[in-house]
């Protein structure tokens, strides 16, 4: 499921460098010129590191795995399979043509529990599918496509995404705090000290890397914190972002409302049903019920991807 999308990419590439910059500031000029070889240097760093990787893992996870992509149907002249199906494109991705076509033929936008046929890539979709423009395919449970991770969010790899923006802020918070720990021991006599053998330069090299990532552990921090309430709101409230704009519409019909379930079962349908301690391992893969609209087979046995 990997994209070919410059913006992806270059997000992609920009995550990375950003990482290895952290992991390069806190080793060779935070913990080793405060610590030396001690066991604090050996534990910080691997607690550090750790939490790189599992990032890294979260990250590859969420941006190859595939995030619930609509099969393609075999014929663009197909219709839709039962009664309950309508031809819809989704309104952000609708053209005036289109919309106009649909307002000559008194289309109405279907309730989430209807399939349509979309437009653009001609697939029929399950209820709560939408289009995605960069994938330039339809997507289950769509919530956004995010250039970070160059992928959808969507049903499939949302566990994923959390995990990746979770150990983000976690690799953030820890940053933080061993800047402040080792400019609190900072030796002014030290390797990197103002007084120190390799003088001034030194010394100023070391304040504007620990700026520099104090600003990035800061606003990365900041920034997944508004994702991670975003994200848990709408596993709460089992509204996608797209459902959210579409509610405040005047397209939005009353039946599309669901009941709701308590929060610890919302976050087993996206995180799986096994052990919580699970849900933070970026190496399990859930496993998850199979919608109920997805079970009946004969819908989908004319169509591949």
């Given amino acids: 499921m990997f994209k070919w999308d410059p913006c992806g990419l270059v997000c992609v590439a920009m995550i990375y460098a950003l990482m290895a910059y952290a992991d390069y500031v806190i080793l060779i000029w935070m913990l080793l010129p405060t610590f030396g070889h001690s066991i604090w240097t050996v534990i910080h760093g691997v607690v550090f590191n750790s939490l790189l990787i599992t990032t890294i893992i979260a990250h590859t996870r969420a941006m190859t795995a595939d995030p619930g992509v609509v099969p393609i149907s075999q014929s663009k ?18 053209s005036d043509e289109e919309a106009a076509f649909r307002r000559d033929h008194s289309f109405s936008r279907p309730s989430a529990t209807e399939w349509t046929m979309c437009t653009r890539c001609d697939s029929l979709r399950p209820p709560r599918a939408h289009h995605c423009r960069v994938c330039k395919r339809c997507i289950r449970k769509m919530d956004h496509h995010c250039p970070w991770v160059n992928n959808c969010v969507g049903e499939l790899n949302q566990k994923w995404f959390l995990q990746f923006i979770f150990y983000v802020g976690v690799s953030s918070l820890y940053s933080l705090f061993i800047l402040c720990l080792c400019w609190v021991y900072h030796d ?5 000290g103002l007084k120190g053998p390799l003088g001034e330069n030194i010394y100023h090299a070391k304040v504007i890397h620990s700026v520099m990532l104090a600003m990035e552990s800061a606003l990365f921090g900041l920034f997944v914190l508004a994702v991670s309430c975003d994200q848990l709101g709408a596993i709460f409230t089992d509204e996608t972002a797209i459902e959210a704009c579409q509610r405040r519409g005047r397209n939005y019909l009353a039946s599309s409302r669901r009941p709701r379930n308590s929060k610890v079962a919302m976050m087993k349908q996206v995180c799986g049903p096994g052990p919580k301690i699970l849900w933070l391992v970026p ?23």
């Fill in 77 to 94: 002249a197909e219709k839709p399979l039962n009664h309950h199906a309508d031809y819809s494109s989704d309104d952000e991705d609708e």
């Fill in 188 to 192: 002014a006599y030290g390797s990197t």
């Fill in 283 to 305: 190496c399990v893969t859930p496993q998850k019920a199979q919608p109920r609209y997805l079970r009946n087979h004969d819908q989908l046995a004319h169509f591949d991807v």
